[in-house]
């Protein structure tokens, strides 16, 4: 018996089931147990990973491939901290209100780490925690928040298909085609297809 590889990307991206505690947003909020949720996991959510090379981003193929393929055409960088960001408390209370975008949220993580936080098909949160080397996706129409964890510092890429949106949708708002179209696509998915088993 071979033991199964480890997936790299989990050395950078790690997910799990988050408490209920109202304690700091910028602690880990494990339950007790642990529950960790795999990124195959995640990606029934929609919600796509990669693993790359952070220090030579500027010229790493694979990023270029990634970025052809699904076509982001536009990058920035923004750097998250108390020092560099300006409004940073008013900011990172907005990141934290529980939304969603018309659009996909990329994010590749260049340096420091943060909390991407997911409802799962039952509502309940995924806590995300992205370090340095990790890219993630999270499709249009998934609720969603962001917080620093205690280390209070991301420096992340920023990334969009044509022109960036970055407008905020604060939950609820189900009445939006994206978020339809995601609760068809992710949420509803196996209602469906029995649906469609039963018609045939
Ligand atoms: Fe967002």
């Not at 602690?27 to 529950?35: A, C, G, V």
């Not at 992205?130 to 969603?144: D, E, Q, T």
């Not at 209070?152 to 708002?173: C, E, Q, S």
Request: hydrophobic share 35%.
């Amino acid at each position: 018996m071979v033991a199964p590889e480890k997936d790299p990307r989990e050395e950078v991206i790690q997910a799990w089931y988050m408490d209920d505690s109202d304690e700091d947003q910028r602690l880990p909020h494990h339950r007790e147990p642990k529950e960790f949720v795999s990124l195959d996991q995640l990606s029934e959510l929609g919600v796509l990973s990669w693993k790359l090379d952070a220090d030579n981003h500027e010229t790493d193929a694979e990023l270029k491939k990634i970025r052809e393929e699904r076509g982001y055409s536009y990058v920035d960088l923004i750097e998250v901290c108390p020092e560099k960001l300006p409004n940073y408390e008013e900011k990172i209370k907005s990141f934290f209100e529980e939304h969603l975008h018309t659009d996909e949220e990329i994010r590749y993580c260049l340096g420091g780490s943060g909390y991407f936080d997911v409802r799962d098909h039952n509502d309940h949160w995924i806590r995300v925690w992205v370090k340095k080397g990790g890219m993630i996706v999270l499709p249009a129409g998934i609720y969603h928040r962001f917080t620093l964890d205690t280390d209070n510092y991301i420096k992340a890429m920023r990334l969009f298909v044509g022109d960036p949106v970055w407008t905020p949708f604060n939950r609820p708002h189900d009445h939006l085609p994206a978020r339809k179209e995601y609760v068809q696509a992710f949420v509803n998915k196996d209602h469906s297809d029995r649906a469609v088993d039963a018609a045939a």
